[in-house]
């Protein structure tokens, strides 16, 4: 079972906390501590990672004027009669997943779709139906030859897509292999709801995220 402490900044592996099992008792702490870090430590391989964590004004900043910050733009559009602040917290994670993973705009535009997508339907958030709605997006996409350029330069695709993806089955085949996509949207919604299922996360820049998701999760300002 994993263990958890933080690190105050500037110490070099220097638990500033006992080392616990309660993930939720560690982000507690970290919450609490604006320099710290979360460590993480695996016993039985003796493996840990330190955890950094981003500062939302600085992230905010690096998406700005990027095909991220545009691909949000475009779906306040297409999406404007159901976005509510949750639903927009879980584009802002997916765009900041996305910059810090250097993520295509087809990968990010394919979560940012199957999160609407399920918001629309009010499906459950169940791995199977989520990954369903990020793989087909993707693979909708890619088949119709839609570029980078057209993702950010026209609501179309996004358009077009939206209505199509809300009028499949819940039920919907995933692709083999690894799914970006999905990865983006999954961590994206684990990050925007509390407690955060630490153990579930699939990107390991998610977890540098969970003092920025918190914001996220309040909306801190974002309108």
């Known amino acids: 079972m994993l263990r958890y402490a933080i690190q105050n900044g500037g110490c070099d592996f220097e638990p500033a906390s ?19 870090k979360l460590l993480v430590w ?12 981003h500062d939302q004004g600085e992230l905010t900043d690096k998406i700005e004027h990027t095909a991220y910050a545009r691909l ?16 927009q917290a879980q584009w802002y994670l997916v765009a900041e997943l996305a910059v810090l993973s250097h993520q295509s705009p087809i990968n990010t535009a394919a979560a940012l779709l199957a999160l609407t997508v399920q918001r629309v339907k009010r499906t459950s958030s169940a791995p199977g139906q989520l990954r369903g709605l990020a793989d087909q997006a993707r693979c909708w996409l890619l ?3 839609v570029t980078d350029l057209q993702l950010v330069a026209t609501t179309k695709p996004l358009a077009t897509l939206l209505p199509y993806l809300t009028a499949q089955s819940t039920q919907l085949d995933v692709c083999g292999g690894r799914s970006r996509a999905w990865q983006l949207a999954h961590d994206a919604l684990v990050l925007s709801e509390a407690p955060v299922a630490l153990t579930t996360l699939e ?7 969970l003092r920025v998701a918190q914001a996220e999760r309040h909306h801190d300002g974002r309108c």
């Open 18 to 36: 006992a080392w616990t099992t309660n993930a939720q008792q560690a982000l507690t702490l970290l919450q609490a501590a604006p320099d710290a």
């Open 42 to 53: 695996n016993p039985q391989n003796d493996h840990c990672e330190i955890y950094p964590q």
């Open 72 to 87: 949000m733009a475009q779906m306040r559009t297409v999406a404007k009669p159901i976005v509510d602040a949750q639903l």
């Open 143 to 145: 088949a119709a030859h």
């Open 203 to 209: 990107l390991p820049v998610a977890w540098e995220l």
